[in-house]
């Protein structure tokens, strides 16, 4: 049993996807004691692991409840932020898509931001590293890493279709959105293994659980870094028997993103001064830029009512058809569970001016699938969604008070800047153009845009997109590498202007990636783990 005042060489606050990578790494030396700490629960359950199972856990207990403040450029409305509370963090919850970006993305870490060693040359090595895929191999891909990679097992006849109609609108096909470009309509290759989900808890620190110098606490919240002077010394936390303490030899890493991150820091007095006194907290080390350049994609869907019962959401409602398809699944790992039920999609191109893709479609042979989504009748719709991948519009996370169980204020801020507006009105052109093409128009009843609007002119478009839009569950940046005034951390993540801290998730992307950001985040962890270890 763990004591209160017990000291690790490394504690690593937060057990999603970056904390699972960097316990299991750091803890590969016997001689080093690691503490992860993570304020959800264990990855136990067993919608976690059924790869369709994601649809039930964008909302309840293994999630945050996090929500934006009024959004001034969505109509005003308050937007559901669902991020992993939960061992795995989003990756216990996610859709499992894996894609990493482009390349232009690292190389403008590197070039832009003053970000030595994260090009995209120098990335890629921990993208392999991490990787166990089981279709592709070298040069883009690895196959002996913890995390499990694979194609979709059964893909749904929508999801084919689809991907033909994206080629009738003219995207090529794309068979590897990892290689040698983004452009392109497939498959997504999903972070899954043997038909189960295969996130960083069970990749990464499943295997390393038996380690006698690792500990694993669940149901842990951290209330704040202890510093002494300008050194980071341990953790103050809350758990079943109260407030704790836990020091650190070496370093505190802190790991609990994009919104989790800024508020430790800034309840451990870190942080920009105004933040810090509106929540009455004492200002230990002044640092303007943490919380700030909140960046996210903004999400915009479309559901279609099909001409005929097919689609995967049928399961929600006929329990004969539910009972059939669990028996499959656990007989052989296959059928309507084993799916991601985000099996397709794309990366296309707002304007010919763009360099790299800066869309990207998803689609769901499903309707009403996730938290918030309107739906069909169960078993006749499906859903297409698109993000402008390089928003320009930027938010921010403040803390609320210096309670550490409030949570934050999060101001996505999307859509203030008008050219993401026009880039993501390209999308639901686009999203409407590929689903008249021949392969898809034959199962398509009815277009059900949400609130029954049509869209006729620029102005319908556009307000359709200031009234739609909601996060993609991408957010990342307020804690930006780099080495401006404005950045928190340095290229090897240390906490700019104090000894014994670093941040390590997707939080310290000074700008975000070209697409999901799971993969992204896993690289981080690797990259982090390989900083710490040689420094």
């Known amino acids: 049993m763990t004591l209160a005042h017990e000291t690790f060489d490394y504690i690593i606050a937060g057990g999603g996807t970056a904390g699972c990578v960097l316990a299991a790494r750091l803890s590969e030396d016997p001689t080093t004691r690691v503490l992860l700490l993570e304020a959800g629960h264990t990855d136990r359950h067993p919608f976690i692991h059924v790869p369709a199972g994601f649809a039930k856990l964008t909302a309840g207990p293994y999630q ?28 216990s919850i996610n859709a499992q898509v894996y894609t990493r970006g482009a390349r232009a993305d690292y190389d403008e870490w590197a070039e832009a931001y003053g970000c030595d060693g994260w090009s995209a040359k120098e990335v890629h090595e921990h993208f392999v590293r991490s990787e166990a895929n089981e279709r592709l191999a070298a040069p883009h891909h690895g196959v002996n890493g913890p995390l499990g990679v694979s194609d979709p097992i059964n893909p749904h006849p929508l999801s084919k279709a689809f991907v033909q109609a994206g080629q009738e609108f003219g995207l090529p096909y794309n068979a590897d959105f990892n290689g040698e470009t983004q452009h392109g309509i497939g498959l997504y290759q999903n972070t899954t293994r043997n038909g189960r989900r295969c996130s960083a808890a069970v990749g990464y620190l499943r295997p390393a659980r038996s380690r006698r110098n690792l500990v694993v606490k669940t149901d842990v919240l951290v ?24 020091r650190a030899k070496r370093e505190v890493i802190i790991a609990a993103g994009a919104f989790g991150s800024p508020k430790l820091l800034q309840l451990s007095g870190i942080g920009h001064p105004d933040d810090l006194k509106a929540a009455g907290i004492e200002v230990q080390h002044m640092l303007p830029g943490v919380g700030r350049n909140l960046q996210d994609h903004c999400d915009l869907d479309i559901v279609f009512e099909l001409n005929r019962y097919q689609s995967m959401d049928r399961l ?27 099996e397709a999609g794309g990366f296309s191109y707002s304007t010919p001016e763009e360099p790299t893709p800066d869309l990207q479609f998803h689609f769901l042979p499903a309707a009403g699938v996730e ?35 409030e949570q934050p204020r999060i101001d996505p801020n999307y859509l203030a800047d008008d050219y993401d507006v026009e880039r993501s009105m390209a999308g639901v052109q686009q999203m409407l153009e590929i689903m008249e093409q021949p392969s898809m128009a034959r199962h398509i009843k009815a277009v059900h845009l949400a609130g029954g609007v049509t869209l006729k002119s620029r102005d319908d478009y556009r307000r359709f997109v200031h009234a739609h839009g909601r996060t993609a569950y991408h957010p990342v940046g307020t804690c930006a590498m780099g080495v401006s005034e404005e950045s928190v951390v340095a290229p090897d993540l240390t906490v700019h202007g104090l000894e014994g801290l670093r941040v390590a998730d ?30």
Request: hydrophobic content about 40%; charged content about 15%; aromatic content about 4%.
């Open 316 to 342: 929600n409602l006929v329990r004969p058809a539910t009972a059939l398809a669990g028996l499959e699944y656990l007989a052989l790992r296959k059928g309507p569970l084993a799916s991601t039920v985000v």
């Open 506 to 535: 997707s939080s310290v992307m000074p700008r975000i990636v070209s697409s999901n950001t799971q993969a992204p985040t896993v690289m981080i962890g690797e990259k982090a783990a390989e900083l710490v270890l040689s420094g």
């Open 223 to 246: 209330n704040r870094v202890a510093l002494s002077g300008s050194r980071a010394t341990g953790v103050e936390v809350s758990d079943r028997g109260g407030i704790q303490t836990y």
């Open 371 to 405: 938290a918030g989504i309107a739906g069909v009748r169960p078993g006749y719709g499906c859903t297409l969604n698109a993000v402008y991948l390089r928003p320009r519009s930027r938010g921010s996370v403040r803390v609320a008070s210096a309670d550490p169980r």
């Open 64 to 91: 945050w409840g996090f929500s934006s403040v009024p959004q001034k450029h969505c109509d005003d409305r308050v937007i559901p932020l669902a991020q992993g509370k939960v061992l795995g963090g989003g990756g």
